[in-house]
C-alpha cells in the first residue's frame, strides 16, 4: 500500500512539474527549440529595446538641475549615443561571422587576449546580467506606477512576483518564451513607434511648437548652469540605452539555419527599431517640453508617460502603450535569461564554475544558471528597494566593459588573417568600436564613481578572485582524485560493517541483516543518554541475534553500547567508526544507516538518519563509506522508536 502510495504521488510530481514547466525534452529535440528573427527579437532584444524607455529617462533626470533648457540638450546627446550603438552594431555583425558557435565578450577575449581578460570579460557580463534583471523588472513596475499611483508603495511586492513568474517561463524554454513574448514586443514597438510619428507629424506641422493633449508636469526652475560636467553625467546615464546589444552575438547558436543570416538580421533589426525609437523621443520630448520627475516622489511619472499623454492624451491608446512599456520592460529581463545561463556554462566549460552549471535541465536550457540569475537579482532588487534609478550607476559599466573587450578581441582577430580579404577593413571597424566604448565606460565610471559606480568597480574584480579560486580548488581536487592506472585487486579485504541501531526494530532488523551479508564483521552501535530512557539491547542480544545468526552458520554481530556522556546520538556513531579505522589501518569501515522513507519532504530536517549521513560525510576520513538502507512501509514511524 505505501509503495503504491508513492507511486501516485511520484506521478501527480510528474504531472504538477509538466503542468509548471512542460514535458521533459529529449536532447534530440533541440533543433525544434531554435528561433528565427521574429521570435529572436523578443528573447535576445528586449534588453535593447526596454532601454528605450529607461536610457533617455535617465539622462533626462541628471539634465533637470538645468529646467527647461536641458531639453535643448537631449538630441545631441542621444545622437553621440546613437553613433556609438551603431558602430557597436557593426562590430558585432563582424562578431557573429567569425564565432558562429557563440561569439560573446567571453569566448572572444579569452582566445584573443587571453584568460585573464576572458575571465574580465565574463565577471563583467555576469554583473550587467544581473543588473539588467533587476533594472527591467524595476523599471516595468516603475511605468505602472505612473499610470496607477496607489501601486507605487507596493513596488518591491511587485518587482519580486514578476520575477518569479520570470523564472518559471524561461524554465519552460527559449523557443516558449520566444511565442509567448511576440505580443507585448510588437505591440509595444508599435505604440511607441505610433506615438513618435504622430509626435513628429504634431511637431512639423506646428511649427516645432505642438501643443500637448495632456500637458507633461511644469519643469522647476533652473538650479545649477549649464557645465561640460552635467553634459557628460548625462551623457552616462543615457549609455544605458546601449545594453543588450551583445546578447544575439553570445547565442547564435540558438537561431536556426542559416544560423549567421537569421542571427545577423536579428541584430540589425534590433538596432534599427532602438535607433529609431531613442532618436523620436529625444525629437518629441524636446518638442512637447517633456522631462523628467523626481524618481521616487509621490508626483513621479515616467518620461513614456508623459510623453504618450502629451501626444496621444490619457484615453485607452496610453493605458494600452503604458500596459505595453511594462509588459516589454518587465519581461526584458528575459535577456539576460537567455544570456547568463550561457555565460556559466562557458565558464563551466573552463572549470570556474562547477560542472552542474554546464548541463541542460528537462527543457534543454541551463537550470543552475537560471536559478542563480534570479537569486542575485533578487538580492539586488531587496537592497535597493525595486527603485530603478538607484541601480542605474552601477548598471553600464559592466555592459560597456564586455564591448570593449569584445571588440579590442575582435581587434587581434583579425590581425591573425590580414591576407584574408577584408580583414584589414574589419580590423578597423572594431578598433573604433573598441575605442569608443573605451572612452564611454571611462566616462561612465569617472561620473558615476561617487553614485554607486565604484561597486561594480570593486565587484567585478572580486568576482574574478572568486572564479579563480574556485578554479584552483577544482583543478585540486581533480588532481586529487585523477588516476591513470588499472584497477588495483590486490586489497580486497572484507569492509568492517557498522550499524547505529536506536531499540529493536523491523528497521534494525533489515539493516543488519543487510551488512551480514557484505562481511562477517559486523559491529552493532547503541548510544545509550539518560534524558530518553531506552532498553539495553545487550540484555536481549544473545537471544534476538546472536543464536539466529549461528543458526545460520553465520557470525553473530558484536554490540557495542555507549552511554553518550553529553546526550548525543549521533557523534559517538562518528567516534567510534573513525576508531574503528585507526585500529584497522587499510580496512574500509561501511556504516550502514537505516532509515525510514518518509512521504513528506519537511520529515526528513528531524530525521536522524539524514543527520548523521551528513556528519559522517563531513566530519569521516577516506576509509568510512556510508551506505543507507531504507525501509518502506506503512505505519514504519510507529516501530521505529528514535530511529
Not at 578581441?409 to 591576407?419: A, E, I, S, T
Not at 537505516?594 to 519532504?601: A, G, H, K, T
Not at 543507507?628 to 514511524?637: D, I, L, N, R, S
Request: net charge positive; with cysteine; charged share 15%.
Amino acid at each position: 500500500m505505501a509503495e503504491n502510495q508513492q507511486e501516485r504521488s511520484g506521478r501527480a510530481s510528474i504531472r504538477f512539474l509538466d503542468f509548471l514547466f512542460g514535458r521533459r525534452l529529449a536532447s534530440n529535440e533541440e533543433r525544434q527549440q531554435r528561433l528565427g528573427p521574429l521570435t529572436g527579437i523578443p528573447v535576445l532584444g528586449l534588453d535593447a529595446l526596454a532601454s528605450a524607455a529607461y536610457g533617455p529617462e535617465a539622462a533626462l533626470t541628471l539634465l533637470l538641475p538645468l529646467g527647461l533648457l536641458g531639453l535643448n540638450y537631449i538630441e545631441p546627446i542621444t545622437l553621440v549615443i546613437v553613433g556609438v550603438l551603431i558602430l557597436v552594431a557593426i562590430s558585432y555583425r563582424q562578431t557573429i561571422d567569425a564565432y558562429p558557435d557563440g561569439g560573446g565578450s567571453y569566448t572572444v577575449a579569452k582566445e584573443n587576449l587571453g584568460n585573464r581578460w576572458g575571465l574580465l570579460a565574463g565577471a563583467a557580463l555576469t554583473v550587467d546580467y544581473v543588473l539588467n534583471v533587476a533594472v527591467a523588472i524595476s523599471s516595468g513596475v516603475a511605468a505602472v506606477g505612473s499610470a496607477f499611483p496607489p501601486l507605487l508603495p507596493h513596488t518591491l511586492t511587485i518587482c519580486l512576483t514578476l520575477l518569479a513568474l520570470l523564472v518559471i517561463l524561461n524554465l519552460r524554454g527559449l523557443r516558449e518564451v520566444g511565442f509567448a513574448f511576440m505580443a507585448p514586443t510588437y505591440l509595444f514597438v508599435g505604440c511607441l513607434l505610433g506615438t513618435l510619428a504622430i509626435g513628429i507629424a504634431k511637431t512639423i506641422l506646428h511649427g516645432g511648437h505642438p501643443t500637448a493633449v495632456v500637458a507633461p508636469p511644469r519643469l522647476p526652475p533652473p538650479q545649477e548652469a549649464m557645465t561640460l560636467w552635467v553634459l557628460v553625467r548625462a551623457f552616462a546615464n543615457g549609455c544605458t540605452a546601449m545594453t543588450g546589444v551583445e546578447a544575439v552575438s553570445n547565442a547564435v547558436p540558438i537561431f536556426r539555419e542559416p544560423v549567421r543570416k537569421n542571427a545577423k538580421l536579428t541584430l540589425m533589426s534590433i538596432i534599427g527599431i532602438l535607433v529609431v525609437i531613442l532618436a523620436g523621443i529625444a525629437y518629441v520630448c524636446r518638442a512637447y517640453g517633456v522631462g523628467a520627475t523626481e524618481p521616487g516622489s509621490r508626483d513621479y511619472q515616467s518620461v513614456l508617460s508623459q510623453l504618450v499623454g502629451a501626444v496621444i492624451g490619457r484615453g485607452w491608446f496610453y493605458y494600452l502603450s503604458m500596459a505595453a512599456v511594462f509588459s516589454v520592460l518587465a519581461l526584458s529581463a528575459n535577456t539576460s535569461f537567455a544570456g547568463f545561463p550561457r555565460v556559466c556554462r562557458l565558464m563551466a566549460l573552463d572549470e570556474y564554475l562547477p560542472e552542474a552549471f554546464a548541463r541542460r535541465g528537462r527543457r534543454l536550457v541551463y537550470n543552475y544558471g537560471i536559478a542563480t540569475l534570479a537569486i542575485l537579482a533578487t538580492i539586488l532588487l531587496v537592497v535597493f528597494g525595486g527603485i530603478t534609478d538607484r541601480l542605474i550607476p552601477l548598471f553600464a559599466i559592466g555592459a560597456l566593459l564586455s564591448f570593449t573587450l569584445s571588440q579590442a578581441g575582435m581587434v587581434w582577430h583579425w590581425r591573425r588573417q590580414l591576407n584574408e580579404p577584408r580583414a584589414k577593413r574589419s580590423m578597423w571597424i572594431n578598433g573604433l568600436g573598441a575605442a569608443a566604448t573605451g572612452i564611454t565606460v571611462l566616462i561612465v565610471m569617472v561620473s558615476k564613481f561617487t553614485e554607486g559606480a565604484w561597486v561594480t568597480v570593486l565587484l567585478v574584480p572580486v568576482i574574478m578572485l572568486a572564479l579563480l579560486r574556485l578554479q584552483g580548488y577544482q583543478h585540486r581536487r581533480e588532481s586529487a582524485v585523477d588516476s591513470h592506472r588499472p584497477l588495483d585487486c590486490h586489497r580486497l579485504d572484507m569492509p568492517l560493517m557498522v550499524v547505529p541501531v536506536f531499540g529493536w526494530t523491523r528497521i534494525t532488523e533489515k539493516a543488519l541483516l543487510f551488512a551480514m551479508r557484505l562481511s562477517p564483521e559486523v559491529h552493532a552501535v547503541q548510544i545509550l543518554t539518560p534524558d530518553v530512557p531506552e532498553q539495553n539491547l545487550s540484555e536481549h542480544w544473545t537471544r534476538l541475534v546472536e543464536i539466529p545468526a549461528r543458526e545460520a552458520g553465520m557470525t553473530p554481530p558484536s554490540l557495542k553500547v555507549i552511554c553518550s556522556k553529553y546526550r548525543e546520538l549521533l557523534r559517538p556513531v562518528v567516534t567510534y567508526a573513525r576508531q574503528l579505522t585507526r585500529e584497522n589501518p587499510g580496512r574500509v569501515v561501511a556504516v550502514v544507516v537505516p532509515e525510514l522513507v518518509e512521504r513528506r519532504w519537511y520529515h526528513y530536517f528531524l530525521s536522524y538518519a539524514t543527520l548523521l549521513r551528513g556528519m559522517l560525510l563531513l566530519h569521516g576520513n577516506p576509509r568510512i563509506v556510508v551506505i543507507t538502507v531504507p525501509w518502506y512501509g506503512a505505519g514504519a514511524h510507529k516501530s521505529q522508536g528514535r530511529g
